[in-house]
């Protein structure tokens, strides 16, 4: 059946499948970071995780499969107590220690059932620092419950040495209420489609637009998270050069990121499914390093337009 005309949902072509499965390693001996930087691992993060080079890591960005019941391609996964998430949790996360620089920053995604047992767990191995949650505006809602449509990000790092570029993350808003000091706009300047102000980021983020069928960043993953969020946390927690890790890589938009925005990176994912949309978007952006919501150098609100472009 043929696609709606607006449908830009990123797809594998047979021809490419080949190219992209030559390109993911499989690692089963110690190595060096040289080896693999700038790959996609195609592997249990478990099963790699002693393998991997100490102290190589400045940014960790985790999003790990929640506490609730859903299915990932060939791969499902059930609700369990808190007590049981956080075994599993501990079970990989106190390995990814040695992994980390002593200016590492760390970012675990999670949601409300999660969100606790993450807590807990970064309180016990880092230093907490905010914990972030965004707005997730998506799905239909629920007659019996509040819809749940928010996510939260525990931002933590490994010491008090850390990075953090706050004027990289700058958020462009309208103006509400334009007040002008002695005749003159304060803190905002006047443009040819409306008032704006940058503000600096807070813990709260409105600005953010879950992937669906219209959005060239699209694919079948079912929790994709939005470039926009990652660029984020890449710009803010990185310098150009440093390499981001992402162990529980989905379809790559860590390591899409990292590469649009000079960065490194290096991303284990078990499912080789998902290892080849990683590859294909990676490859896309080698051409196309536009980030959705992201213009000249600041985040623009969600639903605004900037030189005729929607920055969902």
């Given at each position: 059946?043929?696609?709606?005309?607006?449908?830009?949902?990123?797809?594998?072509?047979?021809?490419?499948?080949?190219?992209?499965?030559?390109?993911?390693?499989?690692?089963?001996?110690?190595?060096?970071?040289?080896?693999?930087?700038?790959?996609?691992?195609?592997?249990?993060?478990?099963?790699?995780?002693?393998?991997?080079?100490?102290?190589?890591?400045?940014?960790?960005?985790?999003?790990?499969?929640?506490?609730?019941?859903?299915?990932?391609?060939?791969?499902?996964?059930?609700?369990?107590?808190?007590?049981?998430?956080?075994?599993?949790?501990?079970?990989?996360?106190?390995?990814?220690?040695?992994?980390?620089?002593?200016?590492?920053?760390?970012?675990?995604?999670?949601?409300?059932?999660?969100?606790?047992?993450?807590?807990?767990?970064?309180?016990?191995?880092?230093?907490?620092?905010?914990?972030?949650?965004?707005?997730?505006?998506?799905?239909?809602?629920?007659?019996?419950?509040?819809?749940?449509?928010?996510?939260?990000?525990?931002?933590?790092?490994?010491?008090?040495?850390?990075?953090f570029n706050a004027d990289?993350?700058?958020?462009?808003?309208?103006?509400?209420?334009?007040?002008?000091?002695?005749?003159?706009?304060k803190d905002w300047t006047?443009?040819?489609?409306?008032?704006?102000?940058?503000?600096?980021?807070?813990?709260?983020?409105?600005?953010?637009?879950?992937?669906?069928?219209?959005?060239?960043?699209?694919?079948?993953?079912?929790?994709?998270?939005?470039?926009?969020?990652?660029?984020?946390?890449?710009?803010?927690?990185?310098?150009?050069?440093?390499?981001?890790?992402?162990?529980?890589?989905?379809?790559?938009?860590?390591?899409?990121?990292?590469?649009?925005?000079?960065?490194?990176?290096?991303?284990?994912?078990?499912?080789?499914?998902?290892?080849?949309?990683?590859?294909?978007?990676?490859?896309?952006?080698?051409?196309?390093?536009?980030?959705?919501?992201?213009?000249?150098?600041?985040?623009?609100?969600?639903?605004?337009?900037?030189?005729?472009?929607?920055?969902?």
């Amino acid at each position: 059946m043929p696609r709606a005309p607006r449908n830009r949902t990123i797809s594998l072509l047979d021809s490419e499948r080949k190219t992209y499965q030559d390109n993911l390693l499989k690692i089963a001996l110690p190595v060096s970071l040289e080896q693999i930087l700038n790959k996609v691992i195609n592997q249990d993060f478990l099963e790699v995780i002693d393998f991997l080079p100490l102290s190589f890591v400045d940014l960790l960005f985790i999003d790990p499969p929640y506490n609730l019941t859903k299915t990932f391609n060939t791969r499902s996964f059930k609700h369990v107590s808190v007590k049981q998430y956080m075994d599993w949790m501990e079970s990989w996360l106190k390995k990814i220690m040695r992994l980390l620089k002593p200016t590492a920053s760390i970012y675990i995604c999670g949601d409300w059932r999660s969100s606790s047992a993450i807590h807990l767990l970064c309180e016990k191995h880092f230093i907490v620092r905010n914990r972030i949650t965004f707005e997730r505006e998506k799905g239909r809602g629920a007659k019996r419950d509040w819809k749940n449509n928010s996510e939260d990000i525990w931002f933590c790092t490994a010491s008090n040495n850390f990075i953090f570029n706050a004027d990289s993350v700058k958020l462009k808003r309208k103006v509400i209420a334009p007040y002008r000091e002695n005749n003159k706009p304060k803190d905002w300047t006047d443009e040819k489609d409306g008032k704006y102000r940058l503000t600096y980021p807070s813990n709260i983020w409105t600005d953010i637009t879950i992937p669906f069928w219209s959005m060239p960043e699209n694919t079948p993953h079912p929790t994709q998270k939005p470039e926009k969020l990652l660029a984020k946390i890449i710009l803010a927690s990185s310098n150009e050069g440093d390499v981001v890790f992402d162990p529980f890589a989905g379809v790559g938009t860590a390591g899409v990121i990292a590469k649009k925005l000079k960065r490194n990176f290096v991303m284990v994912e078990i499912d080789e499914e998902y290892c080849l949309y990683a590859e294909k978007r990676l490859k896309m952006a080698e051409s196309d390093p536009a980030i959705q919501g992201y213009f000249n150098g600041v985040f623009w609100e969600r639903n605004t337009l900037q030189l005729g472009i929607r920055n969902d």
